[in-house]
């Protein structure tokens, strides 16, 4: 069976006009559009197996090449059990998975416990409720033989949003501390701006935001100034040599005006089916066809015109979906409008993802698509 899609298109005045009101009544500080480098996120990681899997574990015969390699390397490197690897190799009640933790920017301590992720690799249905046996940590860059293990992860996988996607709470200790350095040469911090932020109109205005503090103004300092569309280079002033922190903290929260407007953003992350769409991302008029869906956006209509299909969509705005019930003229092309409609006719996460990647191919989609890990 077919499922069309009619979206036509309407601006929701009463949620944008609030999203604007609560956006301007915040302060924009300069820690929301900058990560101070040497103070990034770091990914430790490695592969082990999750057992008590009630016949929703991995199939060994049908293993894709990749997975066969992973669980060879995992039997000959004694990282587990032989009693495991049996098990997954005879039963579907274990899985082989990809196990990832995510270290804060600031830093973490030995001994800290940390939540985990943990990814099917093999071709297992479920990950829900099965217990991940011990498994030794470490980052991407030291995978050998010789690799420091950094942190220790292990417990019962509670699926997420993909049911091949579980996270254990608190599943990790680390076993090693995770120090970041900030401060380069000569006293000189770096601030790297976020990814949709990265232009030189917003670097001058971080630098111009720093440099018009209060304490620094009567100091006759002006410490930032904007290298490139990227990086913004600050200058420890001497008179806090003993509390670098103190001046960080001070610099990340200084006010920034004048901010246009964010683009309008999809997060998209396909290896956990998962799917964020800002309220204001549009569609321009397209047909798309995609197994059994067929999605039309059309046109606003011209002065006058009647709506052939007022009713064929889920439109995500109850004030809007009211308005056509009572024979008003009305017509959405937002993006979120689109999702609502597919997840009405039951399509899965990937279905979406699909029809959107088709849509940003075509240059339809009005807004940022961001593909995460």
């Avoid at 990809?98 to 301590?109: C, H, K, L, N």
């Avoid at 860059?141 to 292990?154: K, Y």
């Avoid at 997060?267 to 998962?274: C, K, L, V």
């Amino acid at each position: 069976m077919t499922h069309l899609l009619k979206l036509p298109l309407v601006f929701v005045v009463s949620f944008v006009l609030t999203a604007n009101a609560f956006t301007q009544s915040q302060p924009l500080r300069v820690e929301h559009y900058v990560h101070v480098k040497g103070q990034e996120e770091t990914v430790i990681r490695a592969f082990g197996i999750v057992s008590g899997l009630n016949g929703t574990g991995d199939d060994v015969k049908n293993y894709s090449p990749l997975a066969n390699a992973i669980l060879t390397q995992l039997s000959r490197s004694g990282m587990f059990s032989g009693t495991d690897a049996r098990a997954i190799s005879s039963t579907r009640n274990s899985a082989l998975v990809e196990v990832t933790v995510r270290i804060p920017a600031a830093g973490a301590r030995s001994g800290q416990m940390l939540n985990c992720t943990v990814y099917s690799v093999g071709n297992a249905k479920s990950l829900a409720n099965g217990v991940l046996s011990m498994t030794t940590l470490s980052s991407p860059l030291q995978q050998d033989e010789n690799s420091q293990v950094q942190g220790m992860a292990w417990g019962r996988v509670a699926a997420e949003q993909s049911p091949t996607v579980g996270r254990i709470v608190n599943g990790c200790r680390l076993t090693a501390d995770f120090m970041n350095p900030y401060i380069g040469e000569g006293g000189l911090i770096t601030l790297v701006l976020k990814s949709e932020h990265a232009r030189p109109s917003m670097a001058n205005k971080i630098a111009e935001a720093i440099n018009f503090n209060p304490e620094f103004q009567a100091l006759s300092m002006r410490p930032a100034s904007a290298v490139n569309s990227h990086t913004i280079a600050v200058r420890l002033p001497t008179t806090y040599f003993s509390n670098p922190m103190d001046f960080v903290e001070q610099i990340l929260k200084a006010e920034v005006s004048d901010v246009p407007p964010r683009v309008p953003r999809v997060m998209i992350n396909e290896r956990a089916g998962i799917v964020s769409i800002d309220v204001d991302v549009e569609v321009r008029p397209t047909a798309i066809t995609y197994l059994n869906y067929v999605a039309d956006m059309e046109p606003e209509l011209a002065a006058g015109e009647l709506e052939q299909f007022p009713r064929q969509f889920i439109d995500i705005d109850t004030d809007t979906k009211f308005r056509q019930m009572n024979g008003e003229t009305v017509t959405n092309l937002k993006l979120k409008a689109l999702q609502a409609s597919l997840n009405a006719l039951q399509a899965t996460p990937q279905d979406v993802i699909e029809i959107i990647k088709v849509l940003h191919a075509q240059g339809a989609i009005v807004g940022d698509v961001v593909f995460m890990d």
